[in-house]
């Protein structure tokens, strides 16, 4: 925990400057790094912060430290987008797993002149596929989506299950009977491989 408050903290001391609008993804070193901000800030260090929240999580996070937040809007310029991943490779793929804002994330980060996702060394892989790979999709089809997810190309050597994540959105261990909704209210799927995916950007592309 030690080692992402410190990830956490020197993500601010040195990416973030005065007058800044700054997107933030769910996570450990994340929270640590709005901790961050509000001692910066309370020191007269940082000055016209602004944070763009990708869940209610942060955006009570954010005003818990007394951080103002605005939504994403046309006119918005994001500086800076601070994430996390449960997984990243040699190519810096990212995977994600632990919340229900996948969509709304790769939006902030699509959308920001610089991404910086915070991890420690443990999330560093060759290939993706130690962790399963979590995979937002929406409700209609639920079972033929699911279906056709196994059945792709790039895993025909690589047999792989597809499950639908069940009661916490924040927990790829089912512990309930309904599918978990996202915040845009879709599903989540976790993909099981058998072994690595060696080229993650053919299932991306795949998937796509």
């Known amino acids: 925990m030690e080692m992402l408050?410190?990830?956490?903290?020197?993500?601010i001391d040195e990416f973030v400057h005065s007058d800044m609008n700054i997107g933030f993804g769910s996570g450990i070193a994340t929270n640590f790094a709005i901790e961050r901000l509000e001692q910066q800030i309370k020191q007269g260090k940082l000055k016209n912060i602004t944070i763009i929240p990708t869940s209610m999580?942060?955006?009570?996070?954010?005003?818990?430290?007394k951080i103002p937040i605005q939504p994403l809007s046309k006119?918005?310029?994001?500086?800076?987008?601070i994430d996390s991943a449960l997984e990243v490779d040699t190519?810096?793929?990212?995977?994600?797993?632990?919340?229900?804002?996948?969509?709304?994330?790769?939006?902030?980060?699509?959308?920001?002149?610089?991404?910086?996702?915070?991890?420690?060394?443990?999330?560093?892989?060759?290939?993706?596929?130690?962790h399963p790979i979590s995979i937002e999709i929406i409700p209609f089809g639920l079972e033929y989506t699911k279906s056709r997810i196994e059945q792709l190309p790039c895993l025909v050597n690589n047999p792989s299950k597809a499950i639908i994540r069940k009661g916490s959105i924040s927990l790829s261990t089912p512990d309930g009977t309904i599918p978990a909704t996202t915040a845009n209210n879709n599903i989540l799927i976790d993909l099981y491989c058998s072994n690595p995916v060696e080229n993650i950007q053919e299932l991306v592309y795949e998937l796509n």
């Not at 006119?75 to 987008?81: H, K, N, Q, R, S």
Request: glycine share 6%; aromatic share 4%.
């Open 5 to 11: 408050r410190n990830i956490g903290h020197k993500a």
């Open 57 to 65: 999580h942060m955006a009570k996070q954010a005003i818990e430290h």
């Open 75 to 81: 006119e918005l310029t994001i500086d800076l987008m």
């Open 91 to 130: 190519d810096l793929n990212i995977s994600k797993n632990n919340n229900g804002n996948f969509l709304r994330e790769k939006m902030m980060k699509d959308g920001s002149n610089q991404y910086l996702c915070l991890i420690n060394e443990d999330r560093l892989s060759k290939n993706m596929g130690f």
